[in-house]
């Protein structure tokens, strides 16, 4: 059974966020008196420990770590201050540093979610009997790190969202990828048979990629003949990111709480792949 100590930030990785989270400044109170603040790092671990189990945020009263009402209004605090969003840009910043991200060859694909407490950017999923449903856009690099991601509802068709997809490059991405284009490299773009469109196409060469959009069955005949897979790396992406059992399910009516959550995943995998990638 798993214990809440797997589901805590490391020393090292804490060290890396600290700077990163909002400086709290404590409210006078007139008979100067304050209920001692809980530490950041005690409520990121639990705001970490609902992304990975899934669990309601009352739950984690249960848990030891700290009272799961305590957690959700930091939490949302943090989600108004853009904090997840720039976790997650940091860390392509760092894994640009170490590794390089690759922008040779991009993979862009779509991914269907329930969404049973509806709110905006849900739709009727036509996977689901029109039930409520998210649709989530996200586009890799080379070697499958996240670097562009939009939501809309489940009833958006993929290619109505390639263009946005594109334009959604966090700082560090964008400029690593400018820095790649200025230097007169090609930069590919996989894609699969949803997107075979000529108005994706064109949006794709008016951002400076050239598509490659095969269905399913020729790339793995393509495979079989010796060329090298490319696009599922973007299917893994997503396999990765539904490991945090938080996004599996969308239950958060405010699409920017459910794109928080998504963002620290994203600032997760991107970490450890910095480590063990």
Not at 12 to 34: D, E, I, M, S
Not at 196 to 210: C, K, L, N, S
């Amino acid at each position: 059974m798993a214990t809440t100590q797997e589901f805590t930030i490391s020393d090292a990785l804490w060290t890396r966020l600290a700077p990163l989270l909002p400086v709290h400044v404590p409210k006078a109170h007139p008979l100067g008196r304050h209920r001692q603040r809980l530490a950041d790092r005690d409520v990121l671990d639990a705001i970490l420990f609902v992304l990975r189990t899934g669990c309601q945020w009352k739950a984690l009263d249960a848990t030891g770590l700290v009272k799961g009402s305590t957690a959700h209004s930091r939490f949302q605090q943090w989600v108004e201050a853009g904090v997840f969003a720039r976790l997650w840009d940091e860390a392509l910043q760092d894994y640009d540093d170490l590794i390089g991200l690759n922008f040779a060859w991009m993979a862009l694909d779509g991914s269907l979610h329930k969404a049973p407490l509806g709110g905006k950017k849900t739709g009727p999923n036509p996977t689901d009997r029109g039930k409520g449903g998210v649709k989530r856009s996200l586009l890799t690099e080379a070697r499958g790190i996240p670097v562009g991601l939009v939501l809309d509802g489940a009833n958006r068709h993929d290619m109505k969202l390639t263009e946005s997809t594109l334009m959604s490059l966090p700082p560090a991405a964008e400029a690593a990828c400018a820095t790649h284009r200025d230097a007169g490299h090609a930069q590919q773009l996989c894609l699969d048979a949803g997107y075979d469109y000529a108005q994706v196409r064109e949006i794709v060469a008016a951002h400076g990629y050239t598509a490659h959009i095969r269905p399913r069955g020729e790339e793995a005949q393509s495979k079989k003949a010796g060329q090298k897979a490319r696009r599922w790396v973007v299917e893994r992406t997503h396999s990765w990111l539904n490991r945090f059992r938080h996004l599996l399910t969308r239950w958060a009516k405010k699409p920017e709480n459910y794109l928080a959550m998504l963002h620290f995943a994203c600032a997760r995998i991107t970490w450890y792949n910095c480590l063990f990638g």
